[in-house]
């Protein structure tokens, strides 16, 4: 189950000040529905998304994901989930093992076990 309860995300940008990216939002998608994100460019689907993998943190309110809290419990939210944003243009430009590695660092892997998890996958290439 996906739940989130008063969510929202605020970013300062230097010259506009703050920016609600993502204002108070309440829903729940049960195991099983199919949910759709609708909005317009800019309303903050995207960045939702993001809250909900633990790639960014939400300003106030809770999230959880497969009953793991996305602040609290970053690491079992990302270990029950699979996320990949549209946005791919850094990942032309990594090479297998660099793209390997910064997922590999999304999820928590750091210094050697990182190194053995990342050269063992690229052994099966």
Known sequence: MVRTESISKSFHDAK???????????????????????????????TLLRILSTVLRPSKGVAQ????????????????????????ALYGRLTAREVLEYFG???????QELKSRVDAVIEQL
């Open 105 to 111: 660092g999304l999820y928590g892997l750091k210094g």
């Open 16 to 46: 506009r000040g703050t920016i609600e990216a993502v204002v108070d939002v309440s829903m729940e998608a049960r195991p099983g529905e199919i949910f759709g994100l609708l909005g317009v460019n800019g309303a903050g689907k995207t």
């Open 65 to 88: 994901v497969a009953g793991f809290d996305v602040v609290r419990e970053p690491d079992r939210v990302r270990a029950s989930i699979g996320f990949m944003s549209t946005s791919t």
